[in-house]
């Protein structure tokens, strides 16, 4: 009987032990891409990873409210320095990881193409969905990008403000706005919204999604593993798949 439950315990002892799963609390505009990268590296054997998507905003002041987070991938910088200011990223992990653009959407079933953002005011277009753009990234780039178009003052009154980007998207597709400034990424994987103008890289806001492994993570030995994974070429492949970019060198 001894014999057979020492035999266990050493088989038990010799069996691969799974790695714990890592925590990564994420942009939601980031969910599509980070699941498909999450499945693939768990099939080049990586560890689960447990994803919590929302607006960056809402994800900075969880981590600093002290949720038990391991891995954050933020949409803009400000949320990330948020963390940085609370003593929360752990040294030397910060990277710029993914770049993005902004993108008019409006309804699928009244397709239309613009030749800027300007064409926004047109009177039919009474109801523009932004996140909210004194907290969502999103809202900020969109607010920032029609305030040095000069167009902020004149469409505010129209502009419908949104928890998160893919709540936006969401107002577009439902009809409920008659245009939206999303990234387009997010556009790019609607199915009921159709892109009427993107806007180009040289013009637009400088969207960075920086990461960071948090000070204290309960398992920031995976969520190192991870953050290399979404740096590496396999990752590569799938952000492009999705219509992420990465940032210049250096940026």
């Known amino acids: 009987m001894y014999r057979a439950l020492a035999l266990l315990l050493a088989i038990a002892a010799a069996a691969p032990q799974t790695p714990p799963a890592v925590t990564v ?4 505009s980031l969910t599509d891409a980070l699941t498909a990268a999450a499945e693939q590296y768990k099939s080049a054997g990586g560890g689960p990873v447990l994803f919590n998507f929302g607006g960056s905003n809402v994800l900075a002041r969880q981590i600093v409210n002290g949720a038990p987070v391991d891995l954050f991938i933020s949409a803009d ?3 990330m320095d948020l963390v940085a200011r609370a003593g929360l990223v ?5 990277v710029n990881l993914l770049t993005n653009l902004l993108a008019v959407v409006v309804p699928g079933d009244r397709p239309r193409t613009l ?6 005011l047109d009177p039919a277009f009474k109801r523009i969905a932004i996140g909210d753009p004194d907290a969502v990234p999103a809202g900020v780039y969109a607010k920032a990008f029609l305030q040095q178009e000069g167009l902020w003052d004149a469409l505010r009154p129209r502009i419908v403000t949104s928890t998160n980007v893919r709540a936006a998207l969401t107002a577009v597709e439902t009809g409920a706005a008659d245009a939206g ?3 387009r990424t997010d556009a790019r994987m609607s199915t009921h919204a159709a892109v009427a103008w993107t ?6 806001p400088r969207i960075v999604y920086p990461a960071a492994i948090v000070k204290g993570a309960a398992h920031a030995g995976e969520a190192a593993r991870f953050l290399a994974f979404l740096r590496g070429a396999e990752a ?3 952000f492009a798949r999705f219509g992420f970019a990465r940032p210049p060198a250096g940026r």
């Not at 752990?90 to 910060?94: E, I, N, Q, S, Y």
């Not at 806007?199 to 637009?204: D, H, I, K, Q, S």
């Open 90 to 94: 752990a040294d030397g992990t910060r």
């Open 181 to 183: 400034i999303v990234y």
């Open 115 to 120: 030749s800027g953002m300007r064409d926004l």
């Open 77 to 79: 910088e400000a949320q």
């Open 236 to 238: 590569d492949r799938i």
């Open 199 to 204: 806007v180009p890289a040289e013009r637009g």
């Open 25 to 28: 609390s994420a942009a939601i």
